[in-house]
């Protein structure tokens, strides 16, 4: 069964920590995407990346950074974690090529809290 | 991408079909629809898609109108285990093309 999976179910971490959330996925897919989702706020792009070492902003990047230096691994950074980025965050991944166009294959989810 | 307009609730007594709306009457030539559902504390999952033609798989069935403005998400036999929040999603399917999630609908199927 393919998958997208995230290193972290739960993590607690204090204000000011540099924090990593890892994604990897088993698919060979291109593209991969870090989200956040917070209540009345659905799911927001942070940051997504359409090949190695290449990265684009999403709608709310700020505070954030990213590295993709394999194509199945996706890490979403927290430079300086702050009680504003309390949050659920989700990792996908997907395919252009051909009928693997699917769509998005999500992760679990990670859900963090700063404090 | 286009935006997308789905009703904040539903339910749906379980055995029955659930037919979720969704109205995307700026979606334009080359934009596929798409459908996904979020049950509670996992991350979303996909269902379906279409650009014209209406498709089936094992989990639901896509009617898209004719004009391409308006779609249906149908369960045919709605389960307790349906329950869960379903996002319609127009999006062009270009190199990076991102999925940009609405609300969607708070599906509650009932016994």
Known sequence: DVKVTQSSRYLVKRTGEKVF????????HEN?????????????????????????????????SVSREKKERFSLILESASTNQTSMYLCASSSIKGTANYGYTFGSGTRLTVV | DAKTTQPPSMDCAE??????????STISGNEYVYWYRQIHSQGPQYIIHGLKNN?????????????RKSSTLILPHATLRDTAVY????RDTGTASKLTFGTGTRLQVTL
């Open chain 1, 32 to 64: 991969m995407f870090w989200y956040r989702q917070d209540p009345g706020l659905g799911l927001r792009l942070i940051y997504f990346s359409y090949d190695v070492k290449m990265k684009e902003k999403g709608d709310i990047p700020e505070g954030y």
């Open chain 2, 55 to 67: 498709e089936t798989n094992e989990m639901a069935s896509l009617i898209i109108t004719e004009d």
């Open chain 2, 15 to 24: 055995g029955r079909a659930a037919n979720l709306p969704c109205n995307h």
């Open chain 2, 87 to 90: 996002y319609c999603i127009v």
């Open chain 1, 21 to 28: 959330l890892e994604c990897v996925q088993d698919m060979d």
